[in-house]
């Protein structure tokens, strides 16, 4: 256990790489990242589809999928340990007891031909086989407490065809969260619920973690979910983060063309907006990536310098890192 | 476009094979509204509220089990033959999943020209004219219409639904979730066509959508459904302005904050849509609802609270407004 100065920090990833081997070449889809999560802290990670935010998450529990997916470099560091020097049996210790995931869609984690509590207690059991079927049970019924799921032994015994989107998402969560592990990872837990689910899952994450202290990742691309539940955020672009701040910096005060892009396409509920600005082209094949900044083609902001040579990650503002040449001047922030 | 006291109910049978019938399902439930020329009208409400079946009665892709539909006062579920024609013409539809509605093994020409070979009797260079333009009026290119579908990201995907849907001219154009499956920034692209192809060729939009900030960027009336009924309907600006219906309100507070320094607003809404195999009597809101009182079994009237917004509610047919 790391009790030095940088205790706070539960994991701290390192210059991750994942590269996706596949005929038509190689996709980075995860190139050089860092980042750092802290106890109690949820990071946001946003991004359009294909920008390789799914892989990275894939990648922390080290379900890159195989052959072709291969982390190649990097360091994902939880409590000191290097996950990616771990054995595969080692892992598969660590994997839902200290670093769990939630997936996009409950209806897809869930296997519809087992009951809840089938599903739960295989859960629970995999980390400690000694467990009876009355203490398994008993686990179940207080991990669906924990994620607030009224009537638990009554759910236990139903299949997931016969509960709805949010509860289903509920229970994913009671798995992830039966062991308390320091880190969870959601990917996109939202997207797949209605309105008024959403805000009420979003609002249970943050109740957990004021009572367990986990950290969590979010990953997301919608600025709502960012606004809703974050405390920091990590923009990615093309396999790797442009920028990562404060969630009220990255609102306020983007340092990165692109972040700014993003936020000024959304239309709002709050108010009527004349035009949205779109971002023209398509961000470019992973397979094929430009020398330069990624993100150059279709920045307004564009300069020389951004073809020829990637910027570098820069601290432009307490606890703001930006990899843009011209986020010093930022000349997209109105005056 | 006029929709009558719109209902479809689909029949709960006992047993697997049929048997029996033990009850229904009120999908839609006397649904009315009106869609004006060239204006777009906005269904919001959650998965499960009978947006999507409303779509499909408009579309006659259902029967309704009883209400009306009338385009040009002509009843659109007593149509056949060449009125029949005519009709889909008029009215023509974008689905939610570019991957999912545009046949992999069709060219795109082939594809747009469709609904123009089906419904009119036009010669080969026609056809091929006017695909050339209405790709061009969608923003692409004619040489695109060579290539299939999955030679297009989802953005480009959605813009030749669309050129399919618009080559005939319609009236109406019905878009189901018309930018959900794309990615933000290609959202913004595609309702910035969809706003200014409106503008252009005066096409009224009937959208489907759960997404609030879409609506209120597009559309110019909004009607709010819950559990098969529309509990408020107004101008856009008055519905996001002054919600009245508590249902209404209660989704706007969980729609998701545009900035984190809204993120701690309080919930209104609390728990989940009941089943609708055994829906409340009365307002079917009132088991979810802060305000609900005794008389919430029965089914409240609409009331107009201001000139185009209506509400059905007790809270303002009592006179008795929090």
């Not at chain 1, 009224?150 to 016969?162: D, G, I, S, V």
């Not at chain 2, 060239?38 to 959650?46: C, N, P, Q």
């Not at chain 2, 008389?295 to 509400?311: F, K, L, R, S």
Request: include cysteine; charge should be neutral; proline fraction near 6%.
């Amino acid at each position: 256990m790391a009790t030095s100065a940088e205790s706070s920090s539960v994991l701290e990833v390192k210059d991750l790489r994942t590269y996706l081997y596949t005929r038509w070449g190689t996709t980075k889809a995860v190139d050089g990242v860092s980042f750092r999560v802290n106890a109690g802290e949820t990071l946001g990670i946003v991004g359009e589809s294909g920008s390789g935010k799914s892989m990275l998450a894939l990648s922390l529990v080290r379900l890159t999928p195989e052959p072709a997916g291969r982390i190649i470099g990097g360091q994902v560091v939880l409590n000191g340990r290097d996950l990616l020097a771990l054995s595969a049996k080692q892992m598969r210790d660590v994997r839902g007891k200290e670093i769990s995931m939630i997936l996009q869609d409950p209806q897809q984690s869930l296997n519809p031909v087992f009951t809840v509590g089938n599903q739960l207690g295989e859960a629970i059991r995999a980390h400690d086989r000694t467990l009876s079927h009355d203490q398994t049970h008993d686990r179940s019924v207080a991990a669906l407490k924990n994620v607030q799921v009224p009537a638990p032994e009554q759910r236990l015994r139903t299949f997931p065809h016969q509960l709805s989107g949010g509860m289903k998402q509920r229970i994913v969560g009671a798995m992830a969260m039966a062991y308390q592990p320091q880190i969870l990872i959601a990917d996109e837990p939202t997207t797949a619920l209605d309105v008024t689910i959403q805000a009420q899952y979003l609002r249970l994450l943050r109740e957990l973690q004021m009572r367990t202290g986990v950290g969590i990742i979010i990953i997301t691309h919608d600025f709502g979910v960012i606004a809703e539940a974050c405390d920091r955020v990590a923009v990615m672009y093309a396999g790797r983060f442009v920028e990562q701040a404060p969630v009220a910096e990255i609102f306020d005060h983007p340092k990165h063309p692109y972040t700014k892009a993003l936020l000024d396409s959304r239309p709002r509920a709050d108010s009527r907006t004349a035009r949205l600005q779109s971002i023209g082209g398509s961000p470019p094949s992973l397979n094929d990536l430009p020398e330069g900044c990624r993100f150059a083609s279709r920045c307004t902001y564009v300069i020389d310098r951004c073809v020829e040579e990637y910027p570098p990650t820069l601290l432009v503002g307490d606890q703001h890192v930006a990899a843009c040449w011209r986020s010093e001047e930022a000349p997209w922030e109105t005056p | 476009m006029v929709v009558e006291g719109l209902s479809k109910h689909y029949p709960i049978s006992a047993g697997q094979y049929g048997g029996k019938t033990i009850g229904h399902v009120r999908a839609v439930d006397d649904v009315s509204f009106t869609i004006d020329r060239g204006k777009t009208l906005a269904l919001v409400g959650e998965s499960g509220c009978g947006k999507t079946t409303t779509a499909r009665l408009i579309l006659r892709m259902r029967t309704p089990t009883s209400g009306r539909v009338t385009l040009d006062d002509r009843d659109v579920h007593q149509l056949s033959g060449a009125d029949l024609k005519w009709f889909r013409t008029c009215v023509q539809a974008v689905f939610q999943d570019p991957w999912a509605s545009l046949s992999p093994r069709m060219r795109v020409r082939d594809i747009v020209a469709e609904p123009l070979v089906v419904n009119k009797k036009l010669s080969r260079d026609e056809v091929r004219e006017r695909v050339g333009l209405t790709l061009e009026k969608v923003g692409m290119q004619r040489w695109h219409g060579d290539l299939y579908p999955h030679e297009f990201s989802g953005g480009q995907r959605q813009r030749v639904a669309l050129a399919s849907a618009l080559i005939t001219e319609p009236r109406l154009l019905v878009l189901d979730e018309p930018v959900s499956a794309l990615d933000v920034s290609v959202q913004a692209q595609v309702m910035n066509l969809l706003k200014d192809l409106q503008a252009d060729l005066g096409t009224a939009f009937l959208l489907i959508s759960h997404d609030l900030a879409t609506v209120r960027y597009v559309s110019d009336r909004v009607a709010v459904m819950y559990m098969g009924g529309i509990v408020e309907t107004g101008d856009v600006e008055q519905i996001f302005e002054s919600p009245q219906h508590p249902y209404t309100r209660g989704l706007f507070d969980s729609a998701l904050p545009v900035h984190p320094s809204q993120g701690r607003r309080e919930l209104r809404i609390h728990g989940e849509m009941p089943s609708p195999l055994d829906p409340p009597s009365g307002c079917r809101f009132r088991t979810r609802c802060q305000h609900a009182m005794e008389i919430c079994d029965q089914t409240p009237a609409t009331t107009t609270v201001e000139p185009g917004h209506a509400v059905s509610c007790h809270l303002f047919t009592t006179g008795s407004t929090n």
